[in-house]
Nanobody
Framework: QVQLVQSGGGLVQPGGSLRLSCVVSGIIFRLKAMGWYRQAPRNQRELVAAITTAGLTNYADSVKGRFTISRDNVKNTVYLQMNSLKPEDTAVYYC???????WGQGTQVTVSS
């Protein structure tokens, strides 16, 4: 059974930082590309960042230079470091095994003063 368990998130002031984590089990993690998505109220879910098995990354234009995706193949974990957060980053964030319909449970990130 594939499981993605997220942690991190919460409330932060504009300009602040947060780190999301996603521990994956039930698959050979190092062989899977991973991604982080987000969904704000009344918006569609969008890809924020992705990382290949080789560690290559890509980002949505809206987060380039502020967010960093990384992975630890020993801990079977993918991370999303979010810096210089803005109110428009407020959303529920989900990790996902790319090319599969395996999702994390979602975690709320709220950026507000």
């Amino acid at each position: 059974q594939v499981q993605l368990v997220q942690s991190g998130g919460g409330l932060v002031q504009p300009g602040g930082s947060l780190r999301l984590s996603c521990v994956v089990s039930g698959i050979i993690f190092r062989l899977k590309a991973m991604g982080w998505y987000r969904q704000a109220p009344r918006n569609q879910r969008e890809l924020v960042a992705a990382i290949t098995t080789a560690g290559l990354t890509n980002y949505a234009d809206s987060v380039k230079g502020r967010f960093t995706i990384s992975r630890d193949n020993v801990k079977n974990t993918v991370y999303l470091q979010m810096n210089s957060l803005k109110p428009e980053d407020t959303a529920v964030y989900y990790c996902k095994v790319m090319d599969y319909t395996y999702w994390g449970q979602g975690t709320q990130v709220t950026v507000s003063s």
